[in-house]
Every structure is written in C-alpha cells, then in structure tokens.
C-alpha cells in the first residue's frame, strides 16, 4: 500500500466527490483549469460539471462558464463541456472536436492566443477575476503545496489568481514526477520585473511543487484516470522526407559554422511530423542535443534514452499509450533529465532570445512570399490555435515550418498565393521545408523568397499555377515589392469550397 | 575655436576627402551604416559613393552594393544611392521617395525586418559578411574608441562585424553629446548568452562609446551637414481627437488599477499622430512617465522639459529644424535626461517584456478581426516598412495602434473586411484608436472584436458597408470563428485600384 498522495491532514478532510466539488462552480464564472496537450488536466471534476449543466439546461436555466487552460485536453474536459454547450468563452488553446465544431458554427467564442502571453495577460486584469481554479495533481505535500502532474501550464497563475481552488489528485499518475517540476516564482508585474536567472536550458530556477493558500482550496477530489494518450501514427515516406531536408540544413550549418556542433535548444511542435524529426535525430549522429519546448512526445523520450538529447524542458507531455508505459517504468531516469516548467517560463519571449531555441513547427499553409497559416482553414474555420509557435518563430534563432506540400489527397497546396489567414508574418519565418525539398528564406526579399518557395517546395501538380500567377503579378500588380493580384490572391481557396479542388487542371476554364 | 573632434593622433592622420573614402567600397560588397530616422547617418560618403557608382554605370560597368543602416536615414543616403540605381538589396527599413519608387517599381530589392532582429540576423551570418562599415561620429576619443552621433541603431554591430570602417566626423553635431550613449557590450552568440542587467528604463549598463579596432578604421573624413529633420505639421483635429481618446483610455486604466499612476514605459511611433498624443500627455496632468523608445521627438522632448517624462530611452532622434536648435542649446540638460542606445538593446524582446512598454503606433489599416498592416498599400506596394512596430506589439504589455478613420480624402477606409498584408496578427493587438473612438480588443473573441471596430473606429462612411460584409460572412462563411467572403474579402482594396474609392455608395451596382 503506497503513502497516502494527500499529507496534509486538514486537505484529506476536504475530500469531497466530484459531483460535490463540481457545485461549488457556479454559472457565469471563469474557471480556470490544469492541462497542457492533453497531459495533466482535471478529469473527474469537468465532467460532473458538464452532468451539472446539463441539468440546468434541461431545466431551462442558463449555464455557462469562461474556460481557461494551459493548452489542449481531452475530451473529459473540453470535449464533456463543449458537448453540453457549457462554455461561452475559452482559450487560449484547443483541440478538441466538440469544441471545434462549436466554434466553427460560430456558437463558442474562442480567443486563439500566444501561450507566453496568457499568464501575464491574467495578471493584468484583460480576462477579468479568476473564480475558480481546478488543477490535477500527484500529491499535497504536508505543507499543503500541491505537485502537478504531467503537466504544468498556467496552473502556478490560476493558484494565484483564484478566489477558489479545487485539487483532483490523481492515483494513476506516477508518484515519481515529484521533484521533475520546476515552478518560478520570481515573475512579477512591470515595473517591479526582474531578470529571470536561467541561462541553460536545463538550469533549475524555483520550486518542486505549487504553493497556494490552503484556505483557498474548497475542495480535494481523488482520481485514477489516465492522459489523453493518443498514439502516434508510424513514420510516413512524407514524414521521413521532410525530416531528411531539416537534418541535412541543419548539418549544413553546422559545416557553415551558424550553428554549435550540438545545434541549439530545439522546440519541437507535436504531431507525426515532428516525430519523424525526432526519429530522423536520433540516426543523425548529432549527440548533446538539448530542449527548450513545450511538450515532449515519444521520440523525444527515446533520443533522451540515446544520449543524443542530454536533457530536455518542457510544460507538459504528448505521449503514446505504450511510451507512457515505459515513461513510468523509468521514471528515476527521467526526473534527472527533464524538467516541467510553467508555460510563462518554457515560452519566455526572454528566455526563448537568450537560449537562441531554434523553432520547428507545423503549418496549414505557407503563402508566395512566406506568411504562416497556422490556424484557419480556408481562412475562416479554425484548427487547434497558434499555441506557442509565435514565441518561437518571433524570438528563437531561427523558425523552422513544415508540411507535406499537399493535403486532401493532393486537392489543396499548402503552398499558395496568399495565406488565407496570418499567424506568422514575412518577418517572422526563416526555412520552409515540404517533401519536395527545403527554402532558405534567410536574407531574401519577397520575390527572392517566391522563386525559392515554388522552385523547392511547391509540389509539381501546383508548380506551374503558382509561376504563373506570380509571373502576372510581377506584371501586373499595383506594387512590385510584394506582387499580388488581389482578385485571384484567394481564389484558391474558394475553388477548394466551391469545387473541393484547388488545382487548376481539374477544374478547365469553361 | 574648440577642441579638435578627432582626438586620436594616428586616425588625424587618415583623414581624407569623402570620394578618397568611397573609392575604398567596390561594387558587390555589402556595406552597413549608421543612421535611424534620419538621425546621426553619414553624409558625405554616400554622396561621393553615388558619384562615383554613376560613372562607373557610364562607363557601362555594374556597380552595386548591399546596404544595411540602423533604421531609415535621408536623401544624402538612400536618396543619392537609390537615385544612381546603386542598390541592390536594402535593409532593414527606408521610408525614402527614390528608394520606395525603385522598390515598388520591382528593381531594388528589399527585406522589411523587425529592427530588434537586424544585429543578431548579422551576427547570425544570417545577411553574409560586412564588407565595410560607414558611421557618424561626434568625436573619436584618445584610445580610437568613437562617439556616435544623433543616433545609435546597429552601429556597434557593424564595427564589430566590418573588414574595413570608415568614420564620418559631422562638427555639426553638437559636442555635447557626448555621454548621452550607452553601448552595451554584454551581448553574445547563444548559447553564451546571459541576462541583460536592465530593470529600469533609466538604467545605463554600457559605455559611452563604440569600441573599435583602429587598424580596421580605413579613411576618416570629416563632415558639417545637418540630420534631415523635417518639420512636424502642427496637431490637426483628428490626431488631436485621437490623442483624446488614446489618454482617456490610459486614464481609465489608471483609474482601474490595472495601470500604475505613472503609467508603464512608453513607445512611440514617430509621425504626426504620436506627436498629438505627446502634446496631449504635456496636458494630461500625468507625471514622472518614462520612455523606452526607439525615437525621441519634439514633442517627447517638451514632455522632458515639463517633468511629465521623468527620463527618455532611445536609438535616435527626429526633430523638426526648430527642435533640434533648441536641443543643442539644452544639451547639458537632456545629456541627464535621455539615454541613446543600440536599437538591439532599444527594441529588445527581453527588455520590451520585463518592463511591460505600451506600444503605440500607427497602421496603414486594420481588419475586422484585429489584424494589422502596417506597410504594404493595397497589398504589393511598399511605404516603409515594419521597423520596431512588432517588437513592442508583441513583447510589451500593450500593443496600440492609431489611425485616422479614413486616407485619401476619405477613399480609403482604415478598416478593411481583410486587411491586404499582415504585419501584426490578431494576437498582438490590445487597442485601436481612431479619430472615431477607442475599440478595447483585450479580451475579445474574433466576432465580438469585429462589433467593437465597426462601432466605436470605423468611419460612418463605410459602417453599414462593414456591417454588412460581417453580417452576410457570419451568414455564409465556411467557418464562422473568422468570418469571411473570400471572392470579397479584398474587393474594396480592388475597388480603389479600378475607381479611386473604396466607398461602396461611389461605385453603385451597375
């Protein structure tokens, strides 16, 4: 029988059900809640919150809160509140397909943010009062500290901030986290700011656990339920291409001299193609690699295992069924190479400039001259969000996006004249790499930039369509700096709605 | 007669003429100067380089450079080197007539940068080697080290990056000057890099001058030219309503605690909006403000004068003729007052974050969702670029952005359906402001930012025109998170190049 997970004696007399602790959340209220990419977010308490508003619905009375989070969770939170129309307001991040689907029939208000500004956004008053907090953990300590889970976020915020505190503690995750945790507390509100003393990115700067003020916490809930944990699918030709390009950038400019014999600290989105990045390291013969990202998924645990990662920094975790298996069976050696901080920290704009991180994100579509869409499809439906890619691509050394060079079986290009939508400005995006190949965008104006993205990116089916209108543009346009024929700059994308094809050649002038 | 500028015996000695000096640049090279706003650039040299590159085209050989500056300088720069057709890629900012012309007429190639990652990109390797380096100074002290002039930018990195350096001596800068600088020389390549000791707006951390290696410094020559300094217009009653509302805004906040009394370090823009904004705090009945900046104008140095601004962080100036006159006068006045830096540590994301700067600057136009352009007109044609803009939206507490309701003799709406280029995303802006009121974005969702914009800041001119755009997007969009009519989104930008007027009332059906 293992030491009880509640040491403080007073806590373990909060013990209270979900459904109890749940009632304690009261319509209108903004209740923010533990969770990061579905890792460490409260699983017991939403759902008897979703039970709850149900009822009240079906009753005629009105329920509905503002949602925050660190990121994504699960479907036993956004999805269970989401399905109940329960939330009027979230963000700053999601996933989830209720909730998408609400969002995109235009009935929950979503606010896509950058993940280092929410903290602070909540700190200077722009979301209003927190009421309550619900945040998953491993253990109360005896001092009544509260040591997350598999996941940090905003939780150090939301303890702060909340007028109430709800604690689920959760038997399933493994008791041997406590102590990977590394919660900063020397941020403050400007001017009263400081420097944050980190200078690697595996340097330890605060606290093992959580503090917050017992008489906050309303209520203790137990649990013993796992993570998200979705499996990742086997590295694709697509994939393994895209991951051969970066690899060989990166040894180039290793040879070049741009960059250290060990790289810089990598942030690394999530996903299948990442995770083909990370598989396409851990061969590369690169050794000492180091971290400074979000989340750590399956290859980044195994390139830990290796060596070739020597340690890595994190707010949370996005790992198959069977990697959290085996991430549990070696949890002592992991607690020496990971660490979990807030998502203040792991996104710093300070810090991410100091570290030099290089970026390595995902993308919808790249335009012409090297605009990002991250989020809309078809410039009007949203995804997931731009999560922490901005903090990255603005502030790193240089920002790395990826993508197969066509989606839908080949009806869209993710290369096109003009972005549908912008998370990423001209200024902000350094190498573009597709399985045709990789642009340097380093050092180029726009139409320098245009002529490397169609030549080596483009996938031939869409190649000549994108010469074309570029070459009529350069003709044509009002402005030669950034050539663009503005009645045809989107007709891409509404052939893709009108026709569900963008190519040219299905669909013949008529 | 005053002390002799040049004060190292070995350089008096390699003082020569401007066209001795330009000789020494041959054509491919990359040359980088100082300059910022039309403060503190070279005049002579560039002159005599354009001299020289238009006989060379005569003659009918290619002669060409790559030039990179602070920020934009002046006609005796950009001007004479565009005009002679002697650029061949420009960055990180110009807002010159014959360069724009040449950059929009499709022949000079231009890259639009965030300013605070222009020295980093350089040291990078990210633009190639410096061939040459060409600064202003006030004085060259006893050791070789130079005192710069009006302006700072990237100077200190392009006499540590140069093969070769050539300093201008300008006696028409005032010797006072000297020991308003600050060079920081704590910078480093990550991974060596650690915190920037600044935790106040007024703090020096550097030296007075910019080191250099005197055996790089290849021809001195000596100048008596003045800055460009163009006169402001006086205060209108749009930017005076503007103004109004921008410091009411700021009141407001102050009044709701989520602004200290004194506000937070301001940024601001340079042009004649922020120049009412300015006039109006010298009214407001605020005290003790501070600026960290990139530029300081006339009327921030009132605001210095009166006490309103206790002290005042910058990289250059831009002062009208009648301005500077005064400036020179009180220079031991605004030598305790003002602290010129490198525009790195200026615009720095680290420092823009610790000390929560309000940003406020102008837009070309805004969309209904909060996006921003800042450059590009109708979408291809370049005004000037981005500068430091998003350093301070994205990394400061507060991102504002101010505009007259409508340009062009009111042709153009400011507020757009979709703006035509993307330079800050919906992510990085707080506030809009124009002559119509104030729209508080924080907080809001894409939908309800949109009720915001067409209520409190578009024009009534074309209210019922955006209304009605949103109202049938919201009806018929793909997605309705963003709402959008992608065959419309740009039509009004198109309906201005075909007819010379967005407004819809001119351009009924036919």
Redesign the interface.
Known sequence: MSEDRIRNAALRDRVVPAATAAALIHPGQTVAMSGFTGSGYPKSVPQALAARIEVAHAAGEAFQIRLLTGASTAPELDGALAKVDGIA?RLPFQSDPDARRR????TL??????LS?VAQ?AW?????DIDVAVVEAVAIREDGSIVPSTSVGNSKTWLDLAKHVIVEVNDWQPAGLEGMHDIYYGTA???H?????L??PDDRIGETALRVDPDKIVAVVRTRAPDRNSPFSPVDATSEQIAGHLIEFLRHEVD???L?ANL??LQSGVGNIPNAVLAGLAKSGFRDLTAFTEVIQDGMLDLLRSGVLASASCTGFAMSPEANAAFKDEIDFFRRKIILRTQEISN???LV????CIGMNGMVEVDLYG?INST???????QNG?GGS?DFA??G??SIFMSPSTAKNGTISSIVP?V?????????V?IIVTEQGLADL????P??RARQLIDRCAHPDYRDALEDYFER??RD????????L??E???W??RW?DTGDMRPAANPPT
């Open positions: 307001l969002i995109n029939d235009g208000a979503y606010i896509d943010a950058h500004h956004h200077f008053g722009f979301y209003g509100l400007p001017p700011r400081r420097p944050i003393p200078e690697h070049k001299g741009r250290p810089l600290p710093h704009p300070e400039r100091r570290l030099g605009n809309h499809i078809m410039g009007s439906r949203m731009i901005g603005r502030n050394f240089m003009m549908s939508h912008v998370d990423h400005t001209e200024h902000d350094s380093r050092g180029l104006s139409k320098q543009a350069l346009s009002y402005g030669k700096h950034t050539p663009h503005l009645p700059a989107l007709s994308h509404q709605l």
